[in-house]
């Protein structure tokens, strides 16, 4: 599109994600979904991604959002084991997800805390993901605000993406979580997103997407979605309101137009 021509050198995306986490019943997920749908196609430069709990992505992937649809909005799951099939007892593999999803969620805090998953295991899961043709929106986030460390940070990003190719290293989505951050209602302020985000961008590329996660909501997500190195947003709980959600999606596509416009 012709916005595209005046857009960075490279051009991201933006993507707005919404993880309900362990959130709504049947009928919610799908009037959820329904909602965020009827308005998805107004906001053209703006990719979304829905992640609901894993037992509704089905019902949600036939009736609303079909996986590898070529419109700007699409399904994720919020985790998934590395192997097809097996012995893994309430698990998911990646064959399944694939059935109904194009991204999944590799790596959130809450895996890592409360299941215990660790280094390993995450990238070999994000691995997984891009054999199995998904996109990984891979986690990563310092535990205590006093504890940032942005070396520590990108050392650990490093060991997570180092089985992969230069292209799944383009096409890897990396979240940004402060875990203090996370439903907390105490977010980061984008300077302090922003600085981490650009040192987690070499290590990874200049064509990965990179997300702020952390407390986003409709009153402060349009400071992020100005950040240069803040290609979107990982949204929790604001995720589960449909119009903040939108208003947030919307604040993102009207940044595109907006950057679009000066460099004209
Ligand atoms: P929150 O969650 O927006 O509710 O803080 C974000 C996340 O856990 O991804």
């Given at each position: 599109m012709w916005y595209n021509l005046y857009m960075n050198k490279v051009h991201r995306q933006k993507l707005i994600v919404g993880n309900w986490k362990m959130n709504t019943g049947s009928a919610d997920a799908h009037i959820l979904a329904q909602s965020i749908k009827n308005e998805a196609a107004h906001l053209e430069h703006v990719d979304l991604v829905l992640c609901p709990p894993s037992v509704?992505?089905?019902?949600?992937?036939?009736?609303?959002?079909?996986?590898?649809?070529?419109?700007?909005?699409?399904?994720?799951?919020?985790?998934?084991?590395?192997?097809?099939?097996?012995a893994y007892t309430g698990e998911i593999s990646p064959n399944m997800v694939k059935e109904v999803a194009d991204y999944v969620i590799l790596g959130h805090s809450e895996r890592v805390h409360i299941f215990k998953e660790d280094v390993h295991l995450v990238a070999h899961k994000v691995k997984s993901a891009f054999e199995h043709h998904l996109t990984p929106i891979l986690c990563v986030g310092e535990d205590q605000k006093d504890a940032k460390?942005?070396?520590?940070?990108?050392?650990?990003?490093?060991?997570?993406?180092?089985?992969?190719?230069?292209?799944?290293?383009?096409?890897?989505?990396?979240?940004?979580?402060?875990?203090?951050?996370?439903?907390?209602?105490?977010?980061?302020?984008?300077?302090y997103?922003?600085?981490?985000?650009?040192?987690?961008?070499?290590?990874?590329?200049?064509?990965?997407?990179?997300?702020?996660?952390?407390s986003v909501d409709a009153t402060n997500a349009k400071g992020f979605l100005q950040k240069e190195d803040i290609d979107g947003l990982l949204i929790g709980g604001a995720s589960l309101k449909y119009k903040d959600f939108l208003t947030i999606a919307k604040y993102a596509d009207d940044e595109v137009i907006k950057l679009a416009r000066i460099r004209k």
């Open positions: 509704w992505l089905g019902l949600i992937a036939e009736n609303l959002i079909m996986p590898h649809n070529s419109s700007n909005l699409h399904l994720g799951a919020q985790n998934m084991h590395f192997a097809e099939q097996g460390s942005n070396r520590l940070l990108a050392n650990h990003l490093k060991q997570l993406v180092g089985q992969l190719t230069a292209t799944e290293v383009e096409k890897l989505v990396v979240a940004y979580e402060p875990v203090w951050a996370i439903g907390t209602g105490n977010a980061a302020t984008p300077e997103a922003e600085e981490t985000a650009f040192v987690l961008r070499g290590v990874v590329s200049d064509k990965t997407r990179i997300l702020y996660g952390g």
